[in-house]
T-cell receptor, first 111, second 115 residues
Framework: DAKTTQPTSMDCAEGRAANLPCNHS???????VYWYRQIHSQGPQYIIH???NNETNEMASLIITEDRKSSTLILPHATLRDTAVYYC????????????FGRGTSLIVHP | SAVISQKPSRDICQRGTSLTIQCQVD?????MFWYRQQPGQSLTLIAT?????????ESGFVIDKFPISRPNLTFSTLTVSNMSPEDSSIYLC????????????FGEGSRLTVL
């Protein structure tokens, strides 16, 4: 699976949009982009995933660039409870699955 | 989604002892994984738990230290053997419903402190 690069930390004001970038320049055509988050002292939580089209669910939106080399997770109206470490990973669906996590982005939402 | 229950949620153990962590899923799943998360660090995959056969270990992890069982599609155990303070970590069970679905679901973790 391709490797990902994320900023170590970001901060965002409550009520504003949080835009978390992820670089996956070596992604191959059959690899999906997945996002998870881990709130302190909890297990990671799945957020969203996509292949090449933009995706939206009740938690977030995922914007994938046309060349698929990067993506952005958008939390449209961040709350204090969105403070967490956000992980971006890529994987091939149906292939040999070795889900590995990088260091992620520590997002702090402040009042 | 899948509901995952891990036991114990936390424990304090003495050096040289062993502890077995249980992972119970509320439905059958194809893939089960065990991760370790050391303080302030990201998740490191220990192994893939295979039903009815030996687990597949990642580099740096061996069966003698981390024996894993998976007797069926809803249950797995991880044992941390002959513990040392360096084994103090959070151990997480994770599942994927099928090999073709990428979403992982995680338990709340088992926080282990070795004195």
């Amino acid at each position: 699976d391709a490797k990902t690069t994320q900023p170590t930390s970001m901060d965002c004001a409550e009520g504003r949009a949080a835009n978390l970038p992820c670089n996956h320049s070596t992604i191959s055509g059959n690899e999906y982009v997945y996002w998870y988050r881990q709130i302190h002292s909890q297990g990671p939580q799945y957020i969203i995933h996509g292949l090449k089209n933009n995706e939206t669910n009740e938690m977030a939106s995922l914007i994938i660039t046309e060349d698929r080399k990067s993506s952005t997770l958008i939390l449209p109206h961040a709350t204090l409870r969105d403070t967490a470490v956000y992980y971006c990973i890529v994987r091939v669906t149906g292939g040999s699955y070795i889900p590995t996590f990088g260091r992620g982005t520590s997002l702090i939402v402040h009042p | 989604s899948a509901v995952i229950s891990q036991k114990p949620s936390r424990d304090i153990c003495q050096r040289g002892t062993s502890l077995t962590i249980q992972c119970q899923v509320d439905s059958q799943v194809t893939m089960m994984f065990w991760y370790r998360q050391q303080p302030g660090q990201s998740l490191t995959l220990i192994a893939t738990a295979n039903q009815g056969s030996e687990a597949t270990y990642e580099s740096g992890f061996v069966i003698d230290k981390f024996p894993i069982s998976r007797p069926n599609l809803t249950f797995s155990t991880l044992t941390v053997s002959n513990m040392s303070p360096e084994d103090s970590s959070i151990y997480l069970c994770s599942v994927a419903r099928t090999q073709n679905t990428g979403e992982l679901f995680f338990g709340e973790g088992s926080r282990l402190t070795v004195l």
